[in-house]
């Protein structure tokens, strides 16, 4: 008997006799450190046809207390090609004994995608129950079909931090010739089984301990054990395609869903040739070409069939002046090569944390599209669903990661801009009144780059509200404070923007015996101290660095001098550095200037404390206050 036959034969008598799920039947270990524990996951992933998949799972949850209550994991996606055709939960007390059973006809259904998307089909059933005790455990089957195989899933033996896992099973069996491939990572220090031959994969995990989350420290996914599976030949909601490596895989994105879609009407050609008359400069051009998109589109996310993968026609983007961040792109794309500059779709993992293609192992991968461009020897980015990003501009949406490039020769994996800590900068000057009361005002500089501006340059498209809130967070540690006038000014060429602010507060300074107690960092504080992180096991992660320059004059209360200046600080250490002065320039005034540089990078789970320690003495020292005294 095959390997497989023999797993699902096995499956079919554990899905035919209820186990015995009582809470007091968990490992020890299993529940240290945990929220919840997955007493089973099992999935049997079957391919009948390169357009045909069948997926079965059964997965049982013991959710120990309410932040485990996200763990049940309890839903079940479908559109017009994905069909359920099981779907049922029983939910179980500590001692293992049903309480509530829910069909599928129970269960929430309700679109899969949020207001922001115009046209989609996606739709998701999902368990919605209140549990009165802790424990409680979920009972979860279902089974569906897809056409869809250039979505195999993949499997994860632990689903996240603070969840344990007593028994995970996945097995895949290819029925139809097709050659597949799977990769697996990070299983040296955990106990899993594999079993493999040519048309049939499967894998048993017994007994995962939770994990501990640790501040600062590298992608769950870096460490978790995880399969990936791919086909090498396989459907997209009608559209056949094969790959087995980057190359063909671009080849595919390119022939079957890019290829002829860039044609535009003479009328939008004509148009766009006149913005670029007589400009030689060819980023000059780009520029005038994205900003024309950006004046003339907005972004609505479109999910429906092969739009979710296809990007919208040009013309069908010039005649609605609307797409997705596929049609704009594209859209881009085709404006561009009308005033002879070409560029090239590109595909990616965007969001604030850093993920990467992973370039051994081609799959289907990416949730994002966006523009590379050429130019003078550089590569530049054109983020084509803003309206207000400027050119070259990759904000931590799209900066320092591995991306899939789409040409007409095929697909290359390259990488986004990086910047360098430095690039990441903030300049912040100010000049501050103090009066013998206590109060204080002045007008607040800000000049911001790199990440940091990314951070900033869309105040100006918020309310007046919000920016005071903004501002009143940023300065949170002075009490009392009151906004004037606010003035922004971005420069989207230098891709530098400037924050104007004027400031007031009562009872800054703090009146002792006659003396004033006066903290000279009034604009830019770093209080921020990571958590402690006992026992740690896992490397320290910076991912992005920054600079941080300061100078504020202080106009001292008339008749009043400094008791005693602070004394010069620098810190030099390999997580960055740290200088402080404060001078007198002349009576009643003050100069107060400070450095913070703060350094990307991968560091020993050991650097942790004195990371932390760097950190503290940069809050205390951002703290330190001076002593005023009546001349």
């Known amino acids: 008997m095959r390997l497989l036959a023999k797993y699902l034969l096995i499956a079919t008598f554990h899905f035919s006799f209820s186990q015995d799920y009582s809470y007091t039947l968990i490992p020890d270990e299993l529940l240290t450190n945990a929220d919840a524990v997955v007493r089973l996951d099992r999935m049997n992933v079957v391919v009948t046809a390169q357009d045909f998949m069948r997926i079965t799972s059964k997965r049982v949850v013991t959710v120990l207390n309410e932040n485990g209550d996200g763990d049940v994991h309890a839903y079940a996606f479908y559109d017009k090609s994905t069909k359920i055709t099981d779907l049922e939960a029983r939910i179980l007390n500590k001692h293992g004994e049903e309480i509530k059973k829910i069909k599928k006809k129970d269960f929430i259904d309700q679109s899969a995608v949020d207001g922001g998307t115009l046209y989609s089909d996606s739709r998701v059933l999902y368990l919605r129950y209140t549990p009165t005790d802790y424990p409680y455990t979920v009972e979860f089957t279902k089974e569906y079909t897809t056409p869809n195989t250039a979505f195999a899933p993949s499997w994860n033996f632990l689903d996240g931090y603070r969840v344990s896992t007593e028994k995970s099973e996945f097995a895949f069996s290819m029925e139809c010739g097709i050659p597949f491939r799977h990769k697996e990572s990070n299983f040296e220090s955990y106990p899993i089984e594999l079993n493999a031959t040519d048309t049939e994969i499967s894998y048993v995990g017994t007994n995962l301990e939770a994990i501990e989350t640790e501040p600062l420290s590298p992608s769950f996914v870096e460490f978790a054990p995880n399969v990936k599976i791919a086909l090498d030949r396989f459907h997209l909601e009608g559209v056949d395609g094969s790959a087995k490596n980057w190359e063909e895989f671009g080849q595919w994105i390119n022939d079957e869903l890019i290829s002829g879609r860039d044609y535009l009407d003479p009328g939008t050609i004509a148009k766009v040739q006149q913005l670029v008359q007589n400009v030689d400069d060819p980023q000059e051009k780009i520029r005038k070409v994205y900003e024309y998109v950006q004046d003339n589109t907005r972004y609505i996310s479109v999910q429906l069939g092969i739009g979710g993968w296809m990007p919208i026609s ?19 794309k085709a404006l561009l090569k009308a005033v002879g500059i070409e560029s090239y779709y590109t595909v990616l993992f965007a969001g604030r944390h850093k993920r990467d293609f992973d370039t051994e192992f081609t799959s289907m991968q990416g949730n994002h599209a966006f523009l590379n461009v050429p130019v003078d020897g550089k590569e530049l980015w054109l983020e084509c669903t803003s309206q207000i990003t400027p050119v070259n501009h990759l904000g931590m949406f799209t900066d320092d990661r591995n991306v899939l490039k789409i040409t007409p020769t095929g697909g290359e994996i390259v990488r986004t801009r990086t910047y360098t800590d430095e690039e990441n900068y903030q300049l912040t000057k100010a000049e501050y009144f103090t009066e013998a009361n206590g109060s204080v005002k002045g007008k607040v500089r800000i000049v911001s780059k790199g990440t940091q501006y990314d951070q900033k340059f869309r105040q100006p498209s918020k309310t007046k509200l919000e920016q005071e809130e903004f501002y009143k967070s940023y300065w949170s540690y002075i009490n009392n404070l ?122 020993s789970k050991e650097d942790y404390k004195l990371y932390r320690d760097f950190r503290k003495q940069v809050a205390r020292y951002d703290n330190s206050r001076i002593i005023l005294t009546k001349s």
């Open 314 to 332: 040009a013309e069908e983007v010039d005649r609605v002046k609307y797409g997705d961040c596929k049609g704009l792109t594209n859209y881009t």
């Open 482 to 603: 009151s906004l004037g006038e606010i003035n922004f000014n971005n420069d989207k060429k230098e891709i530098s923007f400037l924050e104007e602010v004027d400031i007031n507060a009562e009872n800054y300074l703090s009146n002792t015996d006659g003396k004033l107690l006066f903290a000279p960092n009034l604009g830019n504080r770093n209080t921020h101290i990571p958590e402690r992180s006992r026992n740690r096991e896992r490397e320290l992660v910076i991912s992005r660095g920054y600079l941080d320059e300061d100078e504020f004059t202080i106009h001292l209360p008339k008749d009043y001098k400094v008791e005693t200046l602070l004394e010069p600080i620098l810190l030099e250490t390999k997580f960055g550095s740290y200088e402080v002065k404060l001078e007198s320039k002349e009576p009643e005034v003050l100069v107060y200037n400070r450095r913070l540089l703060i350094k990307s990078g991968r560091y």
